[in-house]
């Protein structure tokens, strides 16, 4: 439940026009965390987006750009969809690793009771 995934062309840098899609699953019951090792990319205008959830309609749980090392962010979904984006000038390389983690989901409903 772990991998890598590397900007096009790693370890030359990537390619201008780029628009790349991830879509990475673990068993039911698991979340996601995803590490940056390496991101060097073309502040503000090339970047990796992440959304918790298979889709674009999912919630965006992070936009990440520039020189940022070892950011990392946690799903809350088993399935998580990473974008990445380049424009016409610089270009740069990234490294992302993610891990399936399990989590409990814990109750926080309220059960009153009497005390004799």
Known sequence: MNGTIYSPGYPDEYPN????????????????YINFTVLQTEPIYD???VW???DQNSP?????SGNTALESVYS???QILIKFHSD?????????SYHGWYYLSVSTAFVPFKLS
């Open 47 to 49: 970047f990796i987006t």
């Open 60 to 64: 965006q749980i992070g936009q990440f």
């Open 88 to 96: 016409f000038t610089t270009s740069g390389f990234f490294v992302l």
């Open 17 to 32: 026009f780029q628009d790349c899609f991830w879509l990475v699953r673990v068993p039911p019951g698991n979340g996601i």
């Open 76 to 78: 809350t979904s088993n």
């Open 52 to 54: 918790d959830g298979p």
